[in-house]
């Protein structure tokens, strides 16, 4: 047993190693991705490992192992540790032993390894107080050692030490420690537990001898389920107890309380099974009928009530669930008998593997949400790139536009401004001489006949009554002239104003002055005098007033005249006469011309301003962007590959390989006939030369990973990356995929009719329109890249080049006949992969793999590529019927434009299809005929008939 447990200790400790260094390199490249200053805090939140996560990590990394024996009492604790050890090491209960020399108990006791069997006695602070306790040879240790003695009241520190035994021995290999829970009464549990706990990952077991647990010992479960809810414990009883046998209905109870997990369930006929009740041996023996100990019933009993066992379970094992996207947990396990005690070996290496999974889990995820964050922020970055010089341009354009049609208005409407500015006096004139009569004169003193004292005063009042008049009309006009151009508004200036805003957001964040937007809005108040009143320094209509005050500087009177009601209704009414609405028209025009103009020309050195802001801005974000795609995410991407292949080796080892199936540029492929419940599988063995490889190898597997599962889609089950390949210098990267029988270059050459080809082209356009909704482009799709079932049914297989179109980096990838002109330049879209199933189509209703003879004449790949640039295409072969060769040349169609969408080419396909599936049946029916034809007796009219007919 101990080399076995051994031998699952060295597998956890290699394991170990390569999280804590995985760890460690997690943790530096989000340290980097915080110090880059290219990401919010929001974004960095979600990629940071939580706290009680990386706890937990740190812990299972770096943390000794350590069994942990609760028990009883002394000796129960004893016999599991000799067990373990396979030798007495402790002393176990002898018939002759007064028990009650036990009333103090065992001290804690602490197995470690040492080259050197060593006993000493040490506080918790590992301060040593004796050394070599025993000097002598000795196979057990003595009891006097590990008794607490009766005198601790004078010392009490000697309660507290701890006996530290080093050994030899293959269990305390690899840093794992073995600690025996003291047994001193007055010591509470939770202290005890947690001392033993410290610094450790545990392993628990409790053992028992009697046939109940005390009021004590219950408490003490208690406390360890309130300390350590999820922990698993592996209860054992240390020795055969006498049985008794049950009834049929008595097993069937007892059947129900078997170990299961953590968490309890009291059924309704809970109280029918208690084992409390005396257990009577059956009259009828049959020998299927088990035996029992009454003492181990009633233990598991108060077990499950204390919620470590359950009822649900029909085995009594511990329970490990493997799903991938499942939670690990490992339930706790009841052994009834000692003799099946070798049982723990299997429940330490389901408490171990659970470990790592939850610890690999916690880094993959972490992975994981780092690359979605980078593959949505290269989404936002391409698309800001994208937009925002058409924003700039759109800006511009309307802008323009707005202001040409505003000069428009001050040139050509001059005439319905004068008669605008006519009906408005007209209308008005009657009410503004009503105001003037009853217009008050404030701070000027009159005399008691109504005389000015002075020349200045008289001109006070007539330029008051004159201000009067003119700001009524000046509303009165300007209301009206808003009324006549407000169609702009909703042509021009809604979405201008809110893509202008959207584009000063983050360039002037915090600061009200965005000249953009100001110019804007000086261009608005030049067309409509919203905000303009007669008082506003830069206002149109303050030199219209001052127009109008020249016009009517004629009306002052040498002699003082009497200031009554009549004359300030001969004063607005002679300035209203005096008005000319020709003069005050054209100097309208004029002014929104000259301001116009002048706002037209501070919005344009704004926007110039606003775009060398962008144009920094978007340089700035194409360098992040490219860090994103060659640096930031493909170093997360294999951390992601790593710790997923370090969850998958410890749930379901390394797969085995099989015969070699293909042979790839990357790697090698091998049959595997089962692995984590797939079956058959293909194992494809790639060995990355140097880091671009394993980058591009972790993203390929990252996309396939992440997409749902489809039928027309290859999908990667599992990878193991084995780290002994070559020595431990090149390791390989297994991944494990679902077996096809062979592919698309195969099966064309051992001939497919024509009817099945096309299934297969409707099965590779279903595939790539499912990677092209995930946001994928394959850019890699031929022959040996389209895997077929038994059925003939096609999958896209080989992900190696697929990536989204946001973390592109328009590196010309694929095969040359396949690759559409356009990746020669490195900017492309996902209709590459529309041109590659073009050629690939013409290879399907060729029905033959020879190359097409304007590439076979290339004698090297540049050759070939300047021949595809010019527009060189396959040629028409005489089995192509009209509709095939038409989809084909608009499928490779060098313009990408031009190129169909797969969801048109979709249903082109399927009607191109039923038609060759109804002229096959035709033609089936009419071979048909003919052989019932041939079976007819010999005739020349019979021949004539048919031959005619």
């Not at 939140?45 to 740190?58: A, G, L, M, R």
Request: proline share 4%.
């Amino acid at each position: 047993m101990a080399r076995k447990l051994s031998y699952e200790f060295s597998k956890f400790n290699t394991v170990c190693k390569h999280l804590k260094q995985l760890f460690k390199e997690t943790k530096q490249s989000v340290e980097e991705i915080e110090d880059s200053g290219y990401f919010d805090n929001s974004q960095l939140f979600n990629v940071k490992i939580p706290s009680v996560d990386e706890d937990f990590v740190q812990n299972i990394i770096n943390q000794p192992v350590g069994i942990i024996i609760l028990g009883q009492n002394c000796w129960a604790k004893a016999s599991v540790v000799n067990e373990l050890f396979g030798q007495p090491l402790l002393p176990t209960f002898s018939p002759g032993h007064d028990v009650e020399d036990e009333c103090y108990g065992w001290r804690m006791v602490r197995f470690s390894f040492g080259n050197h069997t060593e006993i000493s006695l040490a506080l918790t602070n590992s301060y040593e107080l004796l050394e070599h306790l025993v000097e002598q040879p000795w196979h057990s240790i003595p009891r006097a050692d590990l008794e607490v003695g009766k005198d601790i009241t004078n010392d009490p520190d000697l309660s507290t030490a701890v006996l530290e035994i080093r050994l030899n021995h293959s269990l305390l290999r690899y840093e794992v420690q073995v600690v025996v829970a003291s047994s001193n009464q007055d010591n509470q549990f939770s202290q005890v537990y947690s001392r033993c706990i410290e610094g450790l990952t545990p392993i628990v077991i409790y053992c028992f001898k009697d046939e109940t647990l005390t009021d004590k010992e219950l408490g003490d479960l208690i406390a360890l389920k309130k300390i350590a809810p999820t922990q698993p414990v592996f209860f054992v009883c240390s020795r055969p107890l006498p049985t008794c046998e049950l009834t049929e209905s008595e097993q069937h109870a007892r059947s129900a309380f078997v170990s299961y997990g953590s968490h309890a369930f009291r059924p309704h006929s809970f109280q029918e099974f208690s084992p409390l009740k005396k257990y009577q041996p059956s009259r009828k023996r049959r020998e299927s009928e088990s035996l029992l100990t009454v003492t181990s019933f009633s233990v598991f009993h108060q077990l499950c009530g204390l919620g470590f066992l359950s009822f649900l379970s029909n085995q009594s094992k511990p329970k490990i669930q493997k799903q991938r996207n499942e939670p690990i947990e490992v339930e706790s396990e009841l052994i009834e008998n000692f003799e099946n005690f070798s049982s723990i070996f299997m429940f330490v290496q389901h408490v171990l593997k659970s470990h790592l999974v939850r610890a690999s889990t916690i880094l993959n995820e972490t992975h994981n949400r780092c690359l979605r964050m980078f593959i949505l922020t290269a989404f936002d970055m391409t698309r800001d790139m994208m937009v925002t010089p058409k924003r700039l341009e759109y800006i511009s354009q309307r802008e323009t536009e707005l202001y040409l049609s505003l000069m428009a208005i001050a040139n050509k409407k001059q005439e319905e401004i004068r008669q605008l500015i006519v009906s408005t006096i007209q209308g008005m004139k009657e009410d503004l001489v009503k105001e003037a009569a009853n217009h008050q004169f404030q701070g000027l003193k009159m005399s008691k006949n109504g005389e000015p004292l002075s020349v200045r005063d008289l001109q006070i009042c007539t330029v008051e009554i004159q201000n009067l008049m003119l700001g009524r009309i000046n509303s009165a006009v300007a209301e009206k002239l808003i009324g006549s151009v407000d169609c702009l508004r909703e042509s021009f200036i809604g979405t201008l104003e809110r893509c202008l805003s959207s584009l000063e957001k983050d360039c002037y964040e915090g600061d009200k002055s965005v000249p953009a937007s100001n110019a804007l809005k000086q261009i608005l108040n030049s067309a409509y005098q919203v905000e303009l009143t007669i008082k506003t320094s830069a206002s149109v209509l303050r030199v219209l007033l001052e127009k109008m005050k020249q016009l009517v500087q004629s009306l002052l009177w040498k002699t003082p005249p009497i200031i009554d009601t009549d004359w300030k209704q001969k004063v607005a009414a002679d300035m209203l006469v005096s008005l000319s609405e020709s003069r005050l028209a054209r100097s309208i025009c004029a002014q929104f011309q000259d301001r116009l103009k002048a706002s037209h020309e501070q919005f344009a050195a704004s926007l110039r301003q606003l775009e060398s802001i962008h144009s920094g801005r978007l340089q700035r974000t194409e360098e992040l962007r490219l860090k994103v795609r060659k640096l930031y995410a493909p170093k997360i991407a294999k951390f992601a590959l790593e710790s997923t292949s370090l969850r998958d080796l410890v749930l379901f080892d390394m797969p085995r390989l099989g015969r070699e199936i293909g042979r790839g540029q990357y790697g090698v492929v091998y049959a595997c006939e089962s692995w984590a419940g797939f079956s058959p599988c293909a194992v494809k063995s790639v060995v990355p030369p140097d880091d671009k490889h394993w980058n591009d190898l972790a993203m390929e597997f990252y996309y396939t990973r992440c997409i749902a599962e489809h039928e027309r889609v290859v999908q990667i089950q599992g990878s193991v990356i084995d780290h002994s390949y070559g020595g431990g210098n090149t390791p390989a990267v297994l991944l494990i995929m679902e077996r096809l029988e062979r592919d698309l270059h195969s099966a064309l050459k051992a001939k497919l009719d024509i009817i099945a080809r096309l299934q297969i082209a409707l099965d590779v356009i279903q595939g790539i329109r499912f990677l092209h909704s995930q946001g994928l482009v394959h850019r890699d799709i031929k022959l040996k890249n389209v895997l077929l079932d038994k059925k003939n049914r096609a999958k896209i297989t080989d992900l190696g080049f697929c990536k989204p179109e946001a973390m592109m980096s328009g590196s010309i990838v694929g095969t040359p006949i396949h690759m559409a002109p356009e990746l020669f330049s490195g900017h492309y879209d996902n209709s590459v992969d529309v041109y590659a199933f073009g050629i690939l189509f013409w290879y399907l209703c060729a029905g033959h793999v020879r190359l097409p003879y304007v590439f076979e004449q290339c004698q090297t790949k540049d050759q070939l590529w300047n021949c595809v640039k010019k527009g060189a295409r396959p040629e028409r072969l005489p089995q192509f019927d009209d509709e095939c060769w038409q989809l084909m040349e608009e499928c490779w169609a060098s313009d990408s434009l031009k190129r169909p969408l797969l969801g048109d080419v979709e249903p082109r396909l399927m009607a191109i299809t039923e038609r060759y599936i109804t002229s096959s049946v035709k033609c089936s029916d009419v071979k048909q005929e003919e052989k019932v034809v041939h079976q007819l007796p010999s005739s020349p009219f019979t021949m004539l008939e048919f031959h005619s007919g």
